[in-house]
């Protein structure tokens, strides 16, 4: 029986985890794992990268992010609301994406940013759409912070947790999360695990089981405990000193065990029951299979009536022709600037490129034509002899022997990846 890892870490969790998306991918491969799922503390910086590696290896990428929690709103940034818990959730479908990526924008509001990207749960709240799927449980996480507060009203604070989580994810996306891996060391996974198993049975909520990965195989250990120490601004000697001498360390758990890392589905299996292992299977069929990587997509242009945007362009380019190139050169120059309008013309249009350039040909238009000045052009843009024919620019790249390949090449554009060419602009007031 294999299972869907729902909990780990790459090196988007900046000075934690430790392995990149790429090395993951290679792991769950070895291991026959079918899906994994990718949280980082606090961010998503790593889910495109994370979804094209598994995508290779024909691993089936869950989108998700391990959210800082605090008890107050967040906009309340004093030392008493700075306690943070944890919250996995996971995007569903393309719209979870979406919604994720607003949660996470959120989260690092300057207002609600105070040394980590932050929630509360009634703001969370506030933004679920029935599209992502909670996942709490683990030590550290919201949920055991409310169990290991009061053990006397362990499993009473439990079910009304999960009642709420019930409210704002909706029944059938609340999952409660149990770890076993490292009960050797901490003592109180036994105590948690236990009583999370009580209040799935009390409340009918299904129990994952979950590996914390911050890196992917067991010999990885001492490579994460030595990035830790650059976290921590610390050496590795001094931390085994002061364990040595029984005196506390920050992220403890790590220097102690090495047990964080990507379990094999036969390890599971010795530190969980079948249901809690099948139950990762089921929230994995509960993620549909959703493309992050579609092309951009630009506004369209509206051409005047009997122009396509390729006639279009052309047709400015010719205008430009007659005001910007015949009055300035002289004859003898005319084939070098008709060569280079038909070259740089033909790679723009085999790119599908005339409509951006309208775009921006229009954007400046504006510009000008209500009373603001525009810079002349800076960067690789200038090298373009169309952008200078529009109006975009107003420096002839020829003349100032400016490489039109510096700004954008033939063949830059294929399927596997779009890639619009930067125009810099600079603006400002006119008489400002």
């Known amino acids: 029986m294999t299972y869907s890892v729902l909990h780990c870490h790459s090196h988007f969790s900046l000075l934690d985890g430790l392995n990149r998306p790429e090395q993951i991918a290679n792991r769950c491969s070895k291991l ?19 979804y094209q ?51 996470v924008s959120e989260s690092n509001r300057p207002d609600y940013f105070y040394h980590k990207p932050r929630l509360s749960l009634a703001k969370l709240a506030e933004i679920l759409d029935g599209n992502i799927i909670g996942i709490c449980g683990h030590l550290g996480s919201t949920l055991a912070d409310k ?48 009583t999370i198993r009580r209040i799935s049975q009390l409340s009918k909520t299904k129990a994952v089981c979950t590996p914390d990965a911050h890196y ?25 000193t002061k364990m040595l001498h029984n005196q506390s360390v920050p992220m403890e758990c790590f220097f102690k065990s090495d047990k964080y890392y990507i379990l094999s589905p036969e390890e599971m299996k010795t530190l969980h029951n079948d249901e809690e292992i099948e139950n990762t299977l089921f929230v994995d069929s509960l993620i549909e299979n959703f493309d992050i990587l579609s092309p951009p997509k630009l506004p369209k242009f509206e051409c005047p009536e009997g122009f396509s945007p390729d006639e279009y362009l052309r047709e400015l380019c010719r205008k430009g022709w007659k005001n910007r190139i ?13 060569d280079r309008i038909k070259y740089e013309l033909q790679v723009l ?30 960067g690789s843009a200038a090298g373009c002899l169309v952008s200078y024919l529009i109006g975009i620019t107003d420096i002839d790249p020829i003349k100032h022997e400016l490489l039109f390949e510096r700004f954008y090449s033939d063949g830059r554009n294929v399927k596997e990846h779009i890639s619009f060419p930067e125009f810099s602009i600079q603006t400002f007031k006119n008489g400002v």
């Open 32 to 50: 026959g794992i079918n899906s994994c799922a990718l949280t980082d503390h606090g961010n998503i910086a790593g889910s495109v990268q994370f």
């Open 216 to 240: 992917c195989e067991q010999d990885d250990a001492i490579d994460q405990r030595i990035l830790l120490c650059n976290n921590l601004k610390t050496t590795l000697s001094d931390i085994n």
């Open 326 to 338: 015949i009055p300035n050169i002289d004859k003898s120059q005319h084939d070098i600037y008709v």
């Open 349 to 378: 249009q085999n790119a599908g490129l005339s409509s951006y350039f309208l775009i921006v040909q229009d954007i400046l238009r504006h510009v000008k034509n209500n009373n603001w000045l525009a810079g002349p052009g800076r």
């Open 53 to 103: 590696k598994m995508r290779n290896k024909n691993i089936k990428p869950i989108l998700g992010c391990e959210l800082y929690i605090c008890e107050d709103d967040p906009s309340i940034q004093t030392k008493e609301n700075a306690s943070l818990s944890h919250f996995l959730v996971l995007a569903k479908n393309l719209q979870g994406w979406k919604t994720l990526i607003k949660i």
């Open 147 to 194: 169990i290991l507060c009061d053990e006397s009203k362990a499993i009473d604070n439990g079910l009304s947790f999960v009642d709420y989580m019930k409210t704002i994810f909706g029944n059938d996306n609340f999952f409660l999360e149990t770890q076993l891996f490292d009960q050797a060391y901490l003592k109180q996974q036994t105590y948690l695990t236990d």
